[in-house]
């Protein structure tokens, strides 16, 4: 029996947001389930992938959050945990995200490590491709989990994208990656890179390379992707189009980048798709979002230049 293109994205840090924006007569008040891994699921549905989501949940937002996530078609496996998820409050009434409130997510114990760990294994083995999303600046879990994660899957055959940076993302290189999806801003901040210049960023590819990536993908906003792929360099650009919201843009690419894994397109294609689902969400104010027919009409525009260049 055959079945669609699945997925199964690891997310440690899912949260609960609350923005409010201008309204007509009164304040628009949106809630929604966050975090990178719900934002890289909720557009792999919109694409046509099964994603399937692993991640902790618990107290009141916890359980705010479950049904949150499973409006937005996305199949939840939730590992219950004693501590709550995190949440924020953003009033954008001003044209600008102000920060209202901001409460972390709580630490992991060793048992709930271990229940969520074994709980992303075995659903991971039974999907096409393995997202590992970070916790993003919350020390949720320890990082040598990734280098786990991604070493089993691998192990076992699976297409494993990382989407991660700082020690997170030395764990997971180090045991092996099918796909590593980081953003020169990231590097830059993480000391890997002094400038988000091409030279800069080529020279950082080959190091992550050589740590045990087979295929890197550095994002660097409105100036493309630069991409290694098969030993080949290239630079992948979208249409130029005005901002809206930049937050979100690269969870969309990673997210049309692995459905197009999930439906066993080539990297460069797959990273087409994703190219133009990043740049559809800066046009929008919801973040991974944006239609399937867009995205995909979309990426017939994203262009591919290939470098004359040798990786170091």
């Not at 692993?54 to 219950?80: H, M, S, W």
């Not at 409130?101 to 969520?116: G, I, Y």
């Not at 764990?171 to 990656?177: S, Y």
């Not at 099918?178 to 990231?186: I, M, N």
Request: with cysteine; charged share 20%.
């Amino acid at each position: 029996m055959t079945h669609g293109p699945s997925a199964l994205v690891f997310s440690p840090a899912v949260v609960l947001t609350v923005t409010v924006e201008e309204g007509v007569d009164s304040p628009d008040i949106h809630i929604h389930a966050g975090g990178q891994g719900v934002w890289v699921a909720r557009l792999l549905v919109e694409l046509g992938v099964a994603a399937s989501l692993v991640g902790p949940f618990g107290g009141e937002i916890g359980l705010v959050l479950r049904t949150l996530v499973a409006d937005d078609g996305i199949d939840l496996t939730a590992v219950d945990v004693a501590g709550a998820n995190g949440a924020y409050v953003h009033d954008r009434r001003s044209g600008e995200r102000v920060v209202v409130a901001d409460s972390a997510p709580a630490a992991l114990s060793r048992h709930e490590v271990d229940e969520l760990y074994g709980t992303v294994l075995v659903g991971g083995l039974e999907a096409d491709v393995c997202v590992l999303t970070g916790p993003g600046l919350h020390p949720v879990l320890p990082p040598e989990v990734y280098g786990r994660l991604a070493g089993d899957l691998r192990a076992n055959g699976r297409v494993v994208i990382a989407d991660l940076s700082a020690e997170h993302q030395d764990h997971a290189v180090r045991a092996g990656v099918s796909v590593l999806k980081v953003s020169a801003e990231e590097l830059r901040r993480d000391g890997r890179i002094h400038s988000e210049s091409l030279a800069s960023v080529l020279g950082c590819i080959g190091q992550l390379a050589a740590a045990g990536a087979d295929a890197v993908v550095v994002t660097r906003a409105e100036h493309g992707s630069v991409v290694l792929a098969d030993g080949v360099l290239s630079v992948v650009e979208a249409p130029t189009v005005e901002a809206v919201e930049r937050r979100g843009a690269g969870d969309s690419l990673t997210a049309g980048m692995t459905a197009g894994l999930a439906r066993r397109l080539p990297l460069i294609e797959s990273l087409r798709l994703g190219t133009a689902a990043g740049a559809l969400n800066v046009t929008r104010r919801g973040l991974g979002t944006g239609g399937r027919d867009e995205i995909e009409r979309l990426a017939e525009h994203v262009t591919v230049r290939e470098l004359d260049v040798e990786v170091e």
